[in-house]
């Protein structure tokens, strides 16, 4: 079973700065995450996207973060990493991790399925 670890979590002052970490790991398999990501999600509201990249390299970015969070993967380790600086009091909210996993159906063709963490905690505020 594929498993999302997220830490990092915490609380920080407006214009403060917190990296958070996300590691995947399967017992057993060859675990290929072929795109990770942040998605975040305040009390109330829906869980956005906020930061993907892929194995190449390619990243996308919430526009309200552009600027401020940088997100990055280490391949080797399935693990991504968002560095966050200049946080708002409205980026306050439960942050998960996602990837999507590559696997192989039954004619060999490649295909990928999501997997997600259970979150973690980022509470800005004075």
């Known amino acids: 079973q594929v498993q999302l670890v997220e830490s990092g979590g915490g609380l920080v002052q407006p214009g403060g700065s917190l990296t958070l970490s996300c590691a995947g790991s399967a017992a057993g398999i060859n675990l290929i995450l072929t795109k990770m990501g942040w998605y975040r999600q305040a009390p109330g509201g829906q869980r956005d996207l906020v930061a993907e990249?892929?194995?190449?390299?390619?990243?996308t970015y919430a526009d309200s973060v552009k600027g401020r969070f940088t997100v990055s993967m280490d391949n080797t380790q399935n693990t991504v990493y968002l560095q966050m600086g200049s946080l708002k009091l409205e980026d306050a909210a439960v942050y998960f991790c996602?990837?999507?996993?590559?696997?192989?159906?039954?004619?060999?063709?490649?295909?990928?399925?999501?997997?997600w963490g259970k979150g973690t905690l980022v509470t800005v505020s004075s």
């Open positions: 996602h990837a999507d996993r590559l696997i192989y159906d039954t004619r060999g063709r490649p295909d990928t399925i999501p997997v």
């Open positions: 990249i892929t194995r190449e390299g390619t990243t």
